[in-house]
């Protein structure tokens, strides 16, 4: 009897993870000299975090403290998505910082064509926004665990559900 193997590769994040680097971003944001009378706010959406400020400068500080407390709190700087700094009322500036989540269809196109090319004996299917992999050797799992986490892609992968 041959059992076939399988995992799903997601792109995730743990949101009150987020929720806490904001929370921390916050704080540092109000305690620091050169940032305490900026003006400047976070605000955390389902896909996005909205950033108003007084400056651009300013706006690289919060960018700058923002990905040290993501990266502390093992968030990948993948999932942020900086859209273009705009000018508000009041002589602020708002940048929008959209939120990675899920695999695009482009992206899983990507994954499966290279997984094929590789490994003849595996199969890779796109189901939504995560792509399923499954193979009769758990080796072969592996390898193409190993295989993606070399690649260079512009999202974070999590591999689970393995089986």
């Known amino acids: 009897m041959a059992s076939t193997y399988s995992f799903d590769i997601v792109s995730d994040f743990d949101h009150q993870e987020l929720v806490n680097a904001l929370d921390q971003t916050n704080r540092e944001i109000k305690s620091r000299y050169d940032l305490k009378d900026t003006k400047t706010t976070l605000e955390l959406s389902e896909e996005a975090i909205t950033v108003n400020t007084d400056s651009e400068f300013t706006l690289q500080a ?6 040290t407390k993501a990266a502390k709190r093992n968030l990948s700087l993948k999932i942020f998505d900086f ?30 064509k290279l997984i094929r090319e590789q490994f003849k004996k595996v199969q890779a299917s796109i189901q939504g926004d995560a792509v399923r992999v499954s193979a009769k050797s758990k080796d072969e799992l592996q390898q193409v665990i190993k295989l993606l986490k070399q690649e260079d892609l512009p999202i974070d992968l999590q591999f689970t559900n393995y089986r």
């Open 83 to 112: 859209q273009k700094v705009e000018s508000a009322s009041d002589d602020l500036v708002r940048q929008e910082i959209k939120l990675k989540r899920g695999i695009s269809q482009e992206i899983a196109k990507k994954i499966t």
């Open 62 to 67: 919060v960018h700058t403290v923002l990905q």
